[in-house]
């Protein structure tokens, strides 16, 4: 059984200032994990997955992720955030325990707030 | 190269109502899965279909059926509609593990 914990419902930062999502998972298996953004009346955009290569996953728009995988976490971190970052963010986790029987698990999403 | 595309982008049915969602793959991607997105929740898993067989299925009532065409598109049909039956539903294509969805359809039920 997979799952996923985002651990803040929403998020706000100045512009210009560090951003940090957390994302907490379970999964029986080695899991695959995602990072996908929704802006408002949107579809979902990958910003990043992580299939057990690199620990330290870059994305697109200058996000990147860490795999920590003692400490079941996959948080998300920009150093600078820009109005534009105004958005819900979904962490996901996959296991391939069941070849795909069970999708994607999505969190029930950090919604991102940017101060001017 | 076109994307995951989903049709209609909107509509609306009453109660008790069928609806049939439409979703063109990208090109080359086997796999297709849905998803239901409840205002201000994450979306939750329906069905996964890979070269027109059902590969796994969520938790979602008898009401909630798909199948996958031999050019990979595939249809989710709802029947017997319900209030609760309104969201945005998305379909991802994906290949070797990655997923790109499409805009969605938001269906209403009235």
């Known amino acids: 059984a997979q799952s996923v914990t985002q651990l803040d419902s929403h998020v706000s930062v100045s512009e210009g200032t560090p951003v940090l999502l957390r994302c907490n998972y379970s999964s029986s298996y080695s899991p695959s994990l995602f990072w996908y953004v929704q802006h408002p009346n949107k579809g979902l955009q990958l910003l990043l997955k992580y299939t057990s290569a690199a620990t330290l996953v870059k994305g697109i728009n200058g996000f990147e992720a860490e795999f920590k995988k003692s400490e079941t976490s996959f948080h998300l971190t920009k150093p600078s955030a820009h109005m534009s970052d105004a958005a819900e963010y979904f962490c996901v986790v996959s296991d391939h325990s069941g070849g795909g029987a069970d999708g994607l698990t999505f969190g029930k999403g950090t919604h991102l707030i940017i101060q001017p | ?110």
């Open chain 2, 1 to 110: 190269d076109a994307g995951v595309t989903q049709s209609p982008t909107h509509l609306i049915k009453t109660r008790g109502q069928q609806v049939t969602l439409r979703c063109s793959p990208i090109s080359g991607h086997k796999s297709v899965s849905w998803y239901q997105q409840v205002l201000g929740q994450g979306p939750q898993f329906i069905f996964q279909y890979y070269e027109k067989e059902e590969r796994g299925r969520g938790n979602f009532p008898d009401r909630f059926s798909a199948r996958q065409f031999p050019n990979y598109s595939s249809e989710l049909n709802v029947n017997a509609l319900l209030l609760g039956d309104s969201a945005l539903y998305l379909c991802a294509s994906s290949l070797m593990g990655g997923y790109t969805f499409g805009s969605g359809t938001r269906l209403t039920v009235v």
